[in-house]
């Protein structure tokens, strides 16, 4: 009955003192618990048993005084299973090298001498921090392909954006995405797209600075067989073929003025003509632009029209670049490493204390599409098990000088604080407290006075 009971959860106790191995063997209730005295021994039951939740001894054999062996063996568990947590446990106020496991990735420490109950409830904690990471996965997978699959967002400003997105998404207005080259603007349509009741249609994009000016005329409005040479047949337009759905005019400020008069003319009439044709075709679409350019200066120049800037902008949408958006540079990085290391088939722990600083102070000027590609190279070109700030091609920052009004500059250290914390460890309180060296409530206080969203 006790063996049905505790089928699927599984400790693997990593310890050399033969009679504390027999003291932690009976000593946890609900756990299969699986017994070994050195790094090959607790690699193969780990292996074998897929446990959960591993205790470390950090001074096993041949270092029983030391803590070489028992940080390579916690190397090796995070590197063939990233997701089992691992309870470092060590000497009475052997704080050093406590914190350097935690660093190494180690859920949590406990010190001796052994307290079988207290010991059992960091390692009950442990099993259903898995547990609820194992179920978010399984949720993640489930809902792959949903209206904001794929935003990453901690920071109030993305925050912000995503429920405008839910706002405006049911409406049918023409809306205009402002922001940066790589800060998202095609994901953010999408998402528009796909919350709205065209959903199940089609989304159609187009990039506007990316097709010649002499195409461009013909990719939008489509052709009659014969309009020009090479034109063997009858051809839809994106404009048409979008019809029921979304049509995404990427980059509208590269548009040349002549077609710019053509798209507010589709924009009043809701009708396109083929080149070569005669025939108004009406169209029930709805248009999302987007632009890196400052179009209110392409307005002054005579470079884009203005009556057509007041048509698509019906509703706009400033998306904030990387450097602005606090926390969240972190939690995308954790987001693109699993992602990449599992498509690239590498078993990677996590970043360097050096990178996560390098990533924190660099200014993303490429913004969310750098930070994607940096990373995808890092995994690929990675010898150790951790991605540092040279496999990111990054420096470490130099800090800026700092304010001289004390409680603004000790609130700004707070927040910048919490963020980090926040979005290196994935929005998890718990965590992210214990990193601050607060208590649960204080930073439940903090989050509120700050007014973040976790």
Known sequence: MARAQNEGRHL????????????????????????????????????????????LDLGL???????????????EIHTTRPD????????????????????????????????????????????????????????????????????????????????????????????LLLGESGT????????????SPRGKGPCV??????????????????????????????????????HGGTLFLDEVGDLPMLLQAKLLRFLQERVVEHLGGRKEIPVDVRVICATHCDLQALIATRDFREDLYYRISEIAIHIPPLRGREGDVLLLARYFL?????????ALSGFSQDALIAMEGYAWPGNVRELKNRIKRAVIM???????????????????????????ARENAERQAVLRALGRVGGKVSEASELLGVSRPTLYDMIRKFRLKV
Not at 24 to 46: I, K, N, P, T, Y
Not at 219 to 233: M, N, P, R, S, V
Not at 338 to 346: F, L, P, Y
């Open 205 to 242: 994009a187009i990039n506007c600075a990316a097709i010649p000016e002499t195409l461009l005329e013909s990719e939008l409005f489509g052709y009659e067989k014969g309009a020009f040479t090479g034109a063997a047949k009858q051809t839809l337009g994106k404009i048409e073929s979008a």
């Open 382 to 408: 990675a010898e150790g098990t951790y991605i540092t700030a040279q496999d990111l091609e990054l420096s470490t920052p130099v800090n800026d000088a700092p304010s001289f009004r004390l409680r603004e």
């Open 84 to 175: 089992a947590k691992v309870i470092v446990v060590t000497g009475n106020g052997d704080r050093e090298n406590a914190v350097r496991a935690v660093g190494m990735g180690a859920f949590d420490f406990y010190y001796k001498p052994i307290d079988a109950e207290i010991l059992g409830l960091v390692v009950n904690r442990a099993y259903r921090v898995h547990e609820l990471e194992m179920e978010n996965r399984r949720l993640s997978e489930q809902t792959a392909g949903t209206s904001l699959d794929g935003v990453i967002a901690c920071s109030p400003g993305m925050l912000d954006i995503c429920r405008t997105v839910e706002k405006v998404a049911p409406a049918d207005a023409t809306t």
């Open 184 to 195: 998202g603007k095609e994901l953010i349509a999408r998402a528009l797209h796909e919350l």
């Open 12 to 55: 693997l106790v990593v310890e050399d003192d033969p009679g504390l191995q027999r003291q932690l063997r009976w000593c946890f209730d609900g756990f299969d618990v699986h017994v070994a005295g050195d790094r090959h021994s607790a690699l193969e039951l780990l292996e074998r048993h897929r446990a959960q939740v591993v205790t």
């Open 338 to 346: 699993d992602q990449t290391a599992r498509h690239e088939n590498r």
């Open 61 to 75: 054999p041949p270092d029983s005084g030391g803590t070489t062996e028992g940080l390579a063996t916690l190397r």
